[in-house]
């Protein structure tokens, strides 16, 4: 099968089979920020952004993606052009294991790009579909509050 | 991956979506998350109905009505200060997976640990649903899971409310209870084999509704469910500490 | 001592780096999503391998056939016990030789648990070895299985039916491991006591759940070395035992360990390296195991379940004269840890309090049950679960301030701590005195943090109630006489410094406290140096990251090297400056008359004009002393009477981690153990069905905290100077995770009167104690 979206900003035509879902073209794109941690949607660690919204890419089908505008952390920031949100995670020491940190960092700015002064109550919500073990949330809450 | 798909029907009516969905290899596809989730390796065949179901909500003078492709997240937000929103957000603590799950996939998969499911109910809503080649009405307790839903209507007076039980605020809840303050009638979900519905009484009609929808299991034995059932009626019909 | 004490705090307030915030070195691939984790990675003709678990809790292979799997198209190979030799390893990643059972085969004839690894298949795709592993016939002869760790020893059945077995105590009784040890005479003084308390304490199966699943891939380099890239917190150990279990030469294999998604023990476990080095080793192509979740939770590892019966004899003044404790320990299918774990959860929960007496008797036994392992904390939580819900019941019992009792009997500054010898890690240990205890000072900050005065002794009335509790605890800082690290240092012309180090970060931030230390002593800042740490062909040896072992262990070796650097550069700079004495000041060595070099000009004159050689130093570290670092957790919960539902609104987490080298995070270690514990506590425990099989096998019902469950999180440390750490430093890893859940429990009984000594805290255990069903 064929679509044709935008991955992170580029026109991309994409062929791929029958079942296959958004996380795995992505990986086998070499795309590795999206990270598996279930493939079952439970942990939000392949999240990504499609048309501004925060989603699982293991729960995502190729073909459902046809026009829409893909984003995964590779298009927020780069190693020499951080995103502000990911010098906020630095910063704020919000990253540990470092696993989870595109998908939630993703969400984060999924949040932020609705509503840009969102409440701490907001925040959590918006990352509670992103499982953290090693922060207890504490600092990435911070780091998203705080911007 | 979902290895076993072989096609993706995504045909041009709901007519032909349901005449395509003929086998037990064939599914029904909208939202889907469950379905990816699951991967069932005997579908060969996914019928993608995503683009002929509704995403809207649209409030009338007297009615609501929200098509069967609107998503959980539409539905917090959209009716953010009302029960309503409080368990589309509850349905599922992701809110990455509420931006994908729709409530007519939600309504289809039957689940009672969604605490949406047990407030449509609750408010017994009509639904739209496409059976072979007619739409016919129905409300949610009397259908019988056939069909493509399209559209979810109820009255928007509907004098409700939804408590519901798990050991931390994200974890699937054990028991679930919608009450309507007009009918009394009340739906219990959760961890349970199935919908319970009854009209509220006495405690010993409780008791005889509930038989067989609980098990004994890690979240606790049913005459503990059967409690925290009784408790919630209670603070339903005595006032909420 | 104390001069060396007065010493060390002068130093300490002139430190630059060492106990400021610090950004992490690896934070910018970490943030930028760059592929630096074990899977991101694309290797040609890569092999996927799907592992057949046994659907049975206890069976023999009568038969396998793989003929229909091995003709599915893009399948490999397939292998299965009647492919290996007959060679019983231990999959403990531990410190050679091994405390834990030999009892593990790659693949063997017998399982011993749901889950339990029965064939392997290697693919081209992961779709072909799914579908292969479908179509091995295995016919199994069915066991009886023994699931009750109390039957154990007395059971017909016998886990582990070989004779042959080493570091098996009893494998006839199904006994793992036992551990005997009295200090004292417990017998004779309980009968002194004016008080004999004497209860039983359950803990269940828990998991680590972290977010990176086990990942590992093998492949053969251009010089036809055996690469093993692995998400492992001991990439030494995986090393040595794929090179015992393969038989193949331990100089022909290097390990690396990338970054990693989380370990908290769970990755201190060969778990499937030797399997897929197996495949490219039999197909000469690279390959790729991966745990799905599913199989993270049922044939991974785990927390162990224990049964604690504690007896305290104990004063009416409430002093603790006598502790006897009964520990019984179920080891799953496979011996892994179980001793070890043991003795910890007997080493940690008897060495915090001083009683004179104490008696210990550990039993760990087999079970055809989920194998588990190590996870942070390591048997503390288990011990510290029991001991201090047990002081909570002294407390009530005896009318005194739970805080109080503890200021009364925790092991103070200068005391001896004679357990420690006795009680060593799976042996006997080294002797121990504590030089630095900040308890009591945690314990005051901690009573301030969560207003206890108040919160304690106010009336409980109405439904919903609302109780604070809390607890004392210790820990340790590496394994005495056992753990060693090493790390080496070499100097670059623009003054900046690479650091090799064996010290293992798995997201710990090891590498960038590391760096720390580097920096404090070369006197240069944190950004000229610049980690690589554990791989085993690029960096010195070390044990690996467990045990709270890294800042201690790890941190001592680099600071070692370090000091040796600076001491070869500032003997350059005097040679150079041809002076007798010289100092060091802000990356110049200067002379008393005021000329000075800089560490540039050092370096470049060493590489091309001057006595060329290059300035590098390597250093190893060890210790027999692993001061205990100490913490206090307080809770403060809610219960609803009615449907014994609890909430936790804060956690305050106090803790005497020596001097903190890197607070931000310090404080992030202990912000994150504190949900593992609330899990523990109220959510996260492993259901088995009654054949042995795992029920919760994913994040729906294996259910961890997210972002809406946190309740308010309060870290603070209070300070010492501990005198054998690297400035001062002791360990933090897994100590915060002990507290919260016995705090818990001991908020449950202060708010509704309900004694909890089973964990998992459910809401119909709450119920039942208040009688209301």
Not at chain 2, 22 to 31: A, I, K
Not at chain 2, 70 to 78: F, K, Y
Not at chain 3, 300 to 305: D, E, G, L, T, V
Not at chain 3, 626 to 634: A, G, I, L, M
């Amino acid at each position: 099968m064929k679509i044709a979206f935008t991955l992170n900003g580029q026109e991309t035509k994409a062929e791929f089979t029958p079942g296959e879902t958004l996380f795995h073209y992505l990986r086998s794109d070499e795309i590795y920020s999206v990270k598996n941690g279930c493939e079952l949607g439970e942990c939000g660690a392949c999240t990504v952004l499609v048309d501004n919204k925060a989603q699982n890419s293991c729960l995502i089908l190729m073909h459902t993606l046809e026009g829409t505008v893909v984003e995964t952390i590779e298009n927020l920031g780069s190693k020499s052009n951080l995103h502000h949100l990911q010098q906020k995670f630095i910063d704020e020491g919000a990253v540990q294991c470092g696993y989870c940190t595109p998908g939630m960092i993703l969400a984060s700015e999924a949040l932020l790009r609705e509503s840009e002064q969102p409440t701490s109550e907001q925040v959590k919500d918006a990352l509670a579909g992103n499982l953290c073990r090693c922060t207890g949330y504490v600092k990435p809450i911070k780091a998203v509050c705080n911007e | 991956m979902w290895t076993s798909v072989q096609n993706i029907e995504q045909p041009a009516t709901l007519l032909e979506a349901s005449k395509l969905n003929n086998s037990e290899h064939s599914t029904l596809f909208s939202g889907g998350t469950y379905l990816v989730a699951q991967k069932n390796k005997s579908i060969h065949t996914i019928i993608d109905i995503n683009h002929l179901v509704e995403n809207k909500i649209e409030e009338k003078e007297e009615t609501i009505s929200i098509g069967a492709g609107v998503t959980l997240q539409q539905i917090a937000e959209h009716f953010a200060k009302s029960v309503i929103g409080r368990c589309a957000q509850q349905s599922c603590y992701s809110k990455n997976i509420r931006n994908q799950r729709t409530i007519g996939g939600e309504i289809a998969q039957q689940s009672s640990t969604s605490d949406i499911n047990v407030l449509l109910r609750t408010i017994n809503v009509n639904l739209k649903v496409f059976v072979e080649d007619q739409l016919i009405d129905v409300s949610i307790c009397e259908w019988n899971g056939k069909g493509i839903i399209s559209e979810i209507t109820f009255a928007k007076d509907a004098n409700i409310d939804l408590k519901r039980y798990a050991v931390i605020p994200s974890a699937p809840p054990f028991v679930i209870v919608g009450y309507n303050y007009t009918t009394k009638n009340c739906i219990v979900g959760g961890r349970t084999d199935r919908f319970a519905t009854f009209v509220v009484d006495k405690n010993e009609q409780v008791d005889k509704a509930l038989e067989g929808c609980f098990t004994d299991d890690h979240n606790g034995s049913i005459k503990y469910k059967i409690h925290v059932v009784k408790v919630a009626l209670n603070d339903f019909t005595e006032g909420t500490p | 001592m104390n001069d060396k004490k007065e010493d060390k705090k002068e130093d300490n307030a002139e430190m630059k780096y060492v106990g400021k915030k610090t950004a992490r070195v690896d934070g910018l691939a970490l943030v930028s999503g760059q592929p630096v984790f074990a899977d991101d990675i694309k290797l040609r003709n890569m092999l996927h391998a799907k592992i057949l678990h046994s659907p049975h809790a206890h069976a023999h292979i009568k038969s396998i056939d793989t003929s229909v799997a091995k003709k599915v198209p893009g399948v490999k190979l397939v292998l299965t016990h009647e492919d290996f030799d007959l060679h019983y390893y231990t999959t403990a990643g531990q410190g050679y030789p091994e405390p834990s059972s030999r009892d593990t085969r790659i693949l063997d004839s017998t399982v011993r648990f749901v889950g339990d690894r029965v064939a392997v298949v290697a693919a081209d795709t992961i779709a072909a070895a799914e579908e292969a592993i479908e179509k091995i016939k295995v016919e199994y002869e069915v066991l009886e299985a023994i699931f009750d760790p109390r039957e154990s020893m007395t059971s017909k059945i016998l886990v582990h039916e070989q004779s042959d077995l080493t570091m098996v105590h009893d494998h006839k009784r199904n006994l793992i491991a036992e551990l005997k040890a009295e200090l004292g005479d417990v017998e004779t003084a309980m009968k002194g006591c004016d008080h004999v308390f004497e209860e039983e304490y359950s803990v269940p199966y828990a998991q680590q759940s972290h977010i990176e699943p086990h990942i590992v891939v093998t492949w053969f380099d251009e010089h036809n070395r055996l690469i093993i890239r692995t998400a492992t917190q001991v990439p030494f150990h995986v090393r040595r035992i794929v090179a015992e279990v393969l038989n193949f030469p331990v100089g022909r294999i290097r390990v690396i360990k990338p970054r990693i998604g989380g370990g908290f023990g769970s990755k201190q476990e060969i778990l499937n390296e030797e399997l897929c080095a197996a495949i490219t080793l039999k197909t000469g192509q690279p390959a790729r195991i991966e745990y799905t979740r599913e199989e993270e939770l049922y044939a991974a590892r785990s927390r162990h379940p224990q049964i604690l019966k504690v007896r305290m004899g104990v004063k009416d003044d409430g002093f603790i004269e006598a502790i006897d404790l009964n520990i019984l320990e179920n080891g799953g299918a496979y011996g892994t840890h179980s001793l070890t774990v043991m003795s910890v959860t007997a080493n940690k929960a008897l060495s915090f309090y001083a009683a004179p007496h104490k008696k210990l008797l550990g039993q760990a036994v087999y079970t055809n049950m989920s194998v588990p392992g190590a996870y942070r904390g390591y048997g503390a939580p288990q011990g510290f679960f029991a001991m201090e819900v047990m002081l909570d019941e002294i407390a009530a019992k005896l009318k005194i301030d739970p805080t109080e009792l503890r200021h009364k009997n925790y092991v103070k500054e200068g005391d001896d701590v004679p357990i420690a010898k006795i009680l060593g890690e799976g042996g006997e240990g080294y002797p121990m005195v504590i030089y630095t205890s900040g308890m009591a000072d945690c314990i005051e900050e901690g009573k301030k943090l969560i207003d206890w005065d108040k919160l304690y002794s106010e009336e409980k009335t109405g439904r919903v109630r609302r109780g604070v509790g809390m607890i004392g605890c210790g820990q340790g800082s590496g394994i005495p006489g056992i753990d060693m690290a090493a790390a080496f240092i070499k100097m670059n012309e623009d003054a900046s410094f690479n650091l090799l180090a064996g010290a293992t970060d798995i997201g710990t931030g090891s590498d960038t406290m590391i760096a720390q230390i580097a920096a404090e002593v070369l006197e240069v800042p944190v950004e000229k140096i610049i980690v690589y740490s554990s791989d085993t062909d690029m960096t010195p040896f070390d044990t690996g990251a467990y045990a709270s072992s890294t800042t201690y262990i790890s941190g001592g070796a680099v600071k070692k090297a370090a000091e040796k650097v600076k001491q070869q550069i500032l003997d350059m700079g005097k040679k150079l400056l041809k002076v007798e004495e010289a100092k060091i000041e802000n990356g110049n060595v200067i002379a008393n008359d005021g000329q000075s070099v800089s560490y540039e000009e050092i370096c470049t004159k060493a590489f091309y004009t001057h006595e060329q050689h290059q300035i590098m130093a390597n250093a190893s570290h060890m210790s027999y002393d692993s001061p205990p670092p100490f913490n206090t957790t307080f809770a403060d919960i809610e219960v609803d009477t009615e449907t014994g539902i609890v909430r936790v609104h804060k956690i305050v987490s106090v803790s005497d981690a020596g001097q903190i080298i890197n607070p931000q995070m310090a404080e992030g270690q202990v912000e994150g153990a504190i949900p593992q514990s609330l899990g523990y506590a109220l959510s996260e425990f492993m259901v088995f069905d009654d054949k042995g099989a795992p029920i919760n096998t994913n994040f729906f019902d294996y259910h961890i905290h997210t972002t809406i469950d946190m309740p308010e999180i309060v870290v603070k440390f209070v300070h010492t100077d501990e005198p054998t750490g690297p400035f001062g430093a002791k360990a933090i890893a897994e100590i915060p995770i002990n507290g919260p859940a016995p705090a818990i429990a001991n908020a449950i009984y202060n708010a509704c009167g309900v004694r909890i000594r089973e964990l998992p805290i459910t809401p119909e255990k709450i119920l039942q104690g208040l009688g209301k069903i």
